[in-house]
């Protein structure tokens, strides 16, 4: 099974690049842009007994290993 991984800081954590890039953009003439987020993508393949078990093994990865659960917040999507 294949799992893409969404992970993005929490609402209200300041994310300087995110800032900087948003600067540059409207600096570039792109002033109808009012927010920008940055985050990290992750696909995954995962041999699973069951896509909910599978999931369950991801929520542990990304406390684990993949994501800071304290700054960021972590969205699953199963793909395949």
Do not use: W
């Amino acid at each position: 099974m294949k799992f893409g991984i969404y992970i993005t800081l929490h609402p209200g954590i300041h994310d300087p690049e995110a800032v900087t890039s948003l600067k540059a953009l409207h600096q570039m003439g792109f002033t109808g842009v009012t927010g920008l987020a940055k985050g990290r993508y992750l696909e995954i393949d995962l041999n699973a007994a069951t896509k909910a078990e599978a999931e369950t093994e991801l929520k542990k990865m990304c406390d684990k290993l993949l994501a800071n659960p304290v700054m960021e917040q972590v969205k699953i999507e199963f793909i395949s």
